[in-house]
């Protein structure tokens, strides 16, 4: 059974800074792509991040460029997201995704991912 547990959310002041954590069973994880979607309030899910098998291609989102990067360790079989900078905007509750998306194409796909988690609340207070 895969099971993608995430943590680290919380409340935390614009500009501040937040990480996450995906911890990941049940599947091959050294060779699955994983990412991370957000949704917020009246919005569609947001793609946000994605890394590729091996962790040597990492991709995002346009309103977390430069702000948030991605890593996984295959090893420990969990993924992060390392928020910087956070924004007002950036309020959501967050998902990691596992799946085999056609890198360049379909990583930003939520219905090529296969897996979820639960998510978990980011708040970005003023």
């Known amino acids: 059974q895969v099971q993608l547990v995430e943590s680290g959310g919380g409340l935390v002041q614009a500009g501040g800074s937040l990480g996450l954590s995906c911890a990941a069973s049940?599947?091959?994880?050294?060779?699955?792509?994983m990412g991370w979607f957000r949704h917020a309030p009246g919005k569609e899910r947001e793609f946000t991040a994605a890394?590729?098998?091996?962790?040597?291609?990492?991709t995002y989102g346009d309103s977390v460029k430069g702000r948030f990067t991605i890593s996984r360790d295959n090893k420990k079989n969990t993924m992060y997201l390392r928020m910087n900078n956070l924004k007002l905007d950036d309020t959501a509750v967050y998902y990691c995704?596992?799946?085999?998306?056609?890198?360049?194409?379909?990583?930003?796909?939520?219905?090529?991912?296969?897996?979820w988690g639960q998510g978990t609340q980011v708040s970005v207070s003023s």
């Open positions: 890394i590729s098998w091996g962790g040597d291609f990492a």
């Open positions: 995704a596992a799946g085999n998306p056609k890198w360049g194409s379909e990583y930003g796909i939520p219905s090529e991912y296969n897996y």
């Open positions: 049940g599947l091959a994880f050294s060779t699955t792509v």
